[in-house]
């Protein structure tokens, strides 16, 4: 069998903003409404995203990921958008999707994302079910494993957040998991580490025992809207880590234009090979590839 390949994308927030309701902009979500017409929407452009997406469907990946953050601040109609955008990227069966914190930007809406986008998060084992996480889902060789770290923060807060109930129950997949010959990813919206203490995963010192404990073969997030590779430890080595910059996003500051990743996965003897291509936009509005690595 030849390898199996996963596109990698994250962050769209999804250009343009539909005008919110005067009733949608309380508490935080006036904040976020004031950032975008003042900053975010000079950098997050529809064409961007649709230049990226177009050159990702043409290299024709087995499956893609897609680690959160498809919306801005969680209005209604956002949320209509996104599942016709999703529709546009492809089938549920086709691609997964995780949660990010702007997707559950207030209390109010922090569940909408399950409704609207349910058969793209959805685990096998769930049919007929509401969605919940951790989530489970088998493609080719791979295991892939969402989990949710979409929580509700206060204004300029945008920390993640996953849970004892989601912690023990990830314990138990990927202990059953290790058991077979499964490429297993870990899908998350914030990265494992973090210098930046309002962007932080809270309790991501209890999600790194738990990969020394039981491992993964890769884990990919978001959130940070920036090239990222670290390796983390794993009970049979080094396990990597990857970020990816804004699939909307115009270069600016300290941040990349956008990008995603793409993946091939092998199983060779008793080992697995994995190597990462990377893919983003450049000056002249075209996507070219900006670096290879043999991860594994």
């Not at 919110?20 to 003042?38: D, H, Q």
């Not at 559950?104 to 793209?120: E, G, L, N, P």
């Not at 990597?240 to 990743?261: D, E, K, M, Q």
């Not at 091939?264 to 290879?292: H, M, P, Y």
Request: hydrophobic fraction near 45%; charge should be positive; charged fraction near 20%.
């Amino acid at each position: 069998m030849g390898a199996f390949t996963l596109a990698h994308l994250s962050d769209p927030h999804l250009p343009p903003l539909p005008a919110p309701r005067f009733s949608e902009l309380a508490s935080k979500r006036v904040l976020g409404y004031l950032n975008w017409r003042r900053n975010r929407h000079r950098f997050h452009r529809r064409d961007v995203l649709d230049v990226l997406l177009s050159d990702m469907l043409a290299q024709s990946p087995h499956h893609i990921a897609i680690t959160g953050d498809i919306v801005n601040l969680s209005l209604e109609a956002e949320f209509a958008a996104s599942r016709a955008w999703l529709r546009s990227v492809g089938s549920p069966d086709l691609v997964t999707v995780i949660p990010g914190n702007h997707d559950a930007y207030v209390r109010t809406a922090k569940h909408c994302f399950v409704d609207a986008w349910c058969d793209y998060v959805v685990g096998d084992d769930m049919a007929g079910r509401a969605a919940t996480f951790p989530a489970v889902r088998r493609r080719g060789p791979l295991a892939l494993i969402g989990v949710s770290s979409a929580v509700p923060t206060p204004p300029f807060m945008a920390t993640g957040w996953l849970g004892r109930s989601q912690l023990d129950a990830l314990a138990q997949i990927l202990s059953k998991l290790s058991l077979e010959k499964v490429f297993r990813i870990l899908l998350i919206h914030h990265p494992l580490r973090s210098d930046a203490h309002a962007k932080r995963l809270t309790d991501s010192a209890e999600l790194l025992a738990l990969l020394r404990q039981h491992g993964v073969e890769l884990v990919l997030h978001g959130h940070d809207h920036v090239h990222s590779t670290i390796f983390i430890d794993g009970p049979q080595g080094s396990i990597p880590a990857i970020g990816v910059p804004s699939a909307s996003s115009l270069a600016h500051g300290r941040y990349p234009a956008a990008a995603y990743n793409l993946f091939s996965i092998k199983r060779d003897g008793d080992a697995w090979r994995c190597g990462l291509t990377v893919r983003g936009i450049n000056d002249a509005f075209r996507v070219r590839e900006i670096r290879q690595i043999r991860l594994i």
